[in-house]
């Protein structure tokens, strides 16, 4: 187990280290840096001497050591747009994503699996037809346009929820919350669902389809012959065994909600990170760029790795067989 | 077929063989499939026919008058039937801007979708086949890059190609860039596919006798072993499509796309979504509402495509 583990911890940094490069590469060699920081009249000798003094004229893998050094410190340098240093931004922004993140994935799973659970168990029942036809048109919806049809409904027509930012924010220490407030509650309903309603379709065709295939085996078939109460089989027999692929996908979803929340954020103007990052590529505001998606890959990378620890603990499969590990990362 | 068994192949013509095959009959007898073929074929028609078929030419300004602006669709109070949908701010005839709409976005999903396919198969190919170094390092990048969703992957390209192409020049090559980034965005899952069937192919018999008499790797490649991943290419390719519409229409909506001046559906939404709040709804519903009548018909296309296609559901 240790060796499977450590051998995924040297992915995840191998990972790491190929994005850091990425955005190594986009920071020193998209546009020149010294142009984007002097004015236009500098003369020669002091882009010169500013390339000295940023460091430019080192050795590749110098610059490339101190980028990493950096990075790893949370230094991204100073956005073009803003003046401000770049840590700052995105610190202040993330509470606003991860609250958004969260109460989707929550939403997403809430609804999600039991909805799944019970389209599998009940299969041919009209209720089951309908909520699969209607996640299939789930699946057809851009995220912006479920935004902008929410928006429609109950911002324009019937008044009802805000459509831009999110409310009344509480500052606890450096993390600013919306949940303490009513209008907080109200701005959070709207990009939440339109965040999760993606997710939700996937983890209930997934849960729907493993259900049906756990129910179509032997020992389920066995515990019915045994006469045991359709509840236990349900949940305690079959449930229990789609964890496996359930898990996986949940936990590679709340990476992509990160990366779709670029989009909700952008129809909502939530003041998070994403919307920081799209304002930074229409601007070109290169450290912005690099430094979110450092920041992201470095998000999905300890999902991954925590998805994969957490296979352990759900799958005592293996536990004894790691060759079945190895191939499960599909 | 078992009716003739030396495997002689009988003359017949191949619009028959088409309606007598498996395929065509799965097809036939499944309703909603029939009625999204339909639906995208209108789509594409419409799309290719464009100058003729739309009733307005939303890009010729001496035909647009900002009178007609803000035209309510054809069924509402002020509405007139000349805007069967309506006008936008400038006049412009709804369902015409649709059209050319689709056209742009048609013409960006297939071209992303043809480019991710030739690298992600072409790559596949050559990993599977040849092995050693070059599959290591063409599967590392792939995994490397799903591990990212390709929503963001195309952000990124998008964005860094933007800075790199002069302002002058950024509208004019909006698309060629789309096309990249959403390209390069989803090559890793074809690459997958063709490298697995290549690895299965590669030891077979057949494979190892054309080895054998000489035939060159390339050929092999694209004789023996190319045809044997068609089908599950074609799967994620219609699949594909529907995802590069998505992700067209999502990054030009984000305002990092398909540029105003020649809008793509995505486009279209983004302009429209201004007016939402001063009730000109239709500006930006009508086009929200094809595109996502296009991406089901497409989706549900590469449904049964799956289906009828996979040889254990038969």
Redesign the interface.
């Known amino acids: 187990m240790t060796a499977y583990i450590l051998q995924r911890i040297f992915q995840a940094l191998a ?1 790491m280290v ?2 850091a490069f990425v955005s190594f590469l ?1 920071f020193n060699f ?2 020149d840096p010294v142009d984007n920081m002097v004015g236009q009249e500098a003369s020669y000798e002091d882009r010169e001497e500013m390339r000295d003094r940023l460091g430019l004229n080192d050795p590749f893998v110098v610059q490339f050591a101190r980028f990493v050094g950096n990075a790893v410190r949370g230094e991204f340098g100073i956005s073009y747009r803003l003046q401000r240093p770049v840590a700052t931004l995105i610190s202040e922004r993330m509470p606003a994503t991860l609250e958004l993140v969260g109460a989707s994935a929550l939403l997403s799973i809430l609804i999600g699996i039991p909805l799944g659970v019970y389209t599998g168990i009940r299969r041919y029942a009209i209720s089951s037809r309908v909520i699969l036809t209607l996640s ?2 789930g ?7 479920i935004g ?2 929410l ?2 409904v109950f ?2 027509n019937l008044g009802w929820l805000p ?1 831009f930012g999110r409310g009344q924010a509480t500052q606890i220490g450096w993390w600013s919350t919306s949940f303490l407030t009513v209008s907080g509650w109200k701005a959070i309903i709207m990009p939440s669902i339109t965040l999760a309603l993606f997710q939700m379709t996937l983890i209930l065709r997934l849960v729907r389809s493993e259900m049906l295939e756990v129910m179509r085996t032997d020992y389920i078939k066995f515990a019915r012959a045994r006469g045991l109460p359709d509840r236990l089989i349900n949940f305690g027999h079959a449930f229990k065994n789609t964890l496996v692929p359930v898990i996986t996908i949940i936990g590679l979803n709340v ?2 909600l990160i ?2 929340s ?2 909700t954020e ?1 129809v909502f103007q939530w003041p998070g990170m994403g919307f920081l ?2 304002q ?3 601007f ?1 505001d ?1 450290p912005v ?1 690099a430094a979110y ?1 450092v920041m ?2 470095a998000i ?2 300890a999902i ?1 790795l925590i998805v994969d620890i957490l296979y352990f603990v759900v799958d005592p499969r293996l536990r004894v067989d790691r060759t079945v590990a190895s191939g499960s990362g599909e | 077929m078992s009716d003739n068994p030396l495997g002689v192949s009988r003359p017949t013509s191949l619009l028959h063989r088409i309606l007598d095959s498996d395929i065509f009959y799965s097809f036939s007898h499944s309703p909603i499939t029939v009625l999204s073929a339909i639906v995208t074929a209108i789509f594409f028609l419409a799309a290719a026919f464009a100058p003729w078929v739309a009733p307005h030419n939303p890009f010729d300004p001496a035909t647009l008058d900002l009178l007609d602006a803000f035209t309510p669709p054809a069924w509402e109070e002020d509405g007139s039937t000349k805007f069967l949908l309506g006008t936008d701010d400038q006049g412009r005839d709804i369902l015409s801007t649709i059209i050319y709409g689709s056209r742009v976005s048609l013409i960006v999903g297939f071209s992303a979708v043809l480019f991710s396919v030739i690298l992600g198969v072409g790559l596949g190919l050559l990993a599977g086949y040849l092995g050693g170094w070059l599959e290591t390092i063409v599967m590392r990048m792939a995994d ?1 890059q799903l ?3 390709a ?2 992957v195309a ?2 390209i ?3 190609a ?3 192409v002069p302002v002058h020049l950024r509208d004019e090559l909006a698309i060629y860039v789309l096309i990249l980034a959403i390209g390069i965005s989803d090559w890793p899952r074809y690459a997958r596919v063709t490298r697995g069937a290549a690895l299965v192919e590669r030891n077979k018999e057949y494979v190892s006798a054309a080895r054998v008499i000489g035939v060159h790797p390339i050929k092999i490649m694209l004789r023996h072993v190319l045809p044997n991943v068609l089908g599950p290419v074609l799967v994620l390719a219609t699949i594909g499509l ?1 995802l590069a519409i ?1 992700t067209e ?2 990054l030009s ?4 796309g398909v540029p105003p001046t020649q809008p793509s559906l995505g486009t279209l ?1 983004r302009i429209g ?1 201004n007016f ?2 001063s ?1 000109e ?1 239709w500006i ?2 009508f086009p ?1 509402i094809a ?2 009548i296009l ?2 018909a497409v ?2 296309l590469g449904d049964w495509l799956r289906d009828a296609l996979n040889p254990k559901l038969r």
Do not use: E, Q
């Open positions: 990972v190929v994005v986009m998209v546009g299939l048109a699946v057809s919806l851009p995220t912006f346009v902008i049809l928006i429609y911002s324009v459509s990476g992509s990366a779709f670029i989009i952008t990052f799209i930074a590529v229409g070109a290169v760029m998606l992201v890959a999905f990378v991954n | 490397v591990t990212i969703p929503i963001l952000l990124m998008d964005g860094v933007r800075i790199l529907a998505i229409a999502t909506f984000l305002g990092v939404i979504n939402l709040f009730g709804w930006t519903l929200s595109l996502v991406v089901l989706n549900l």
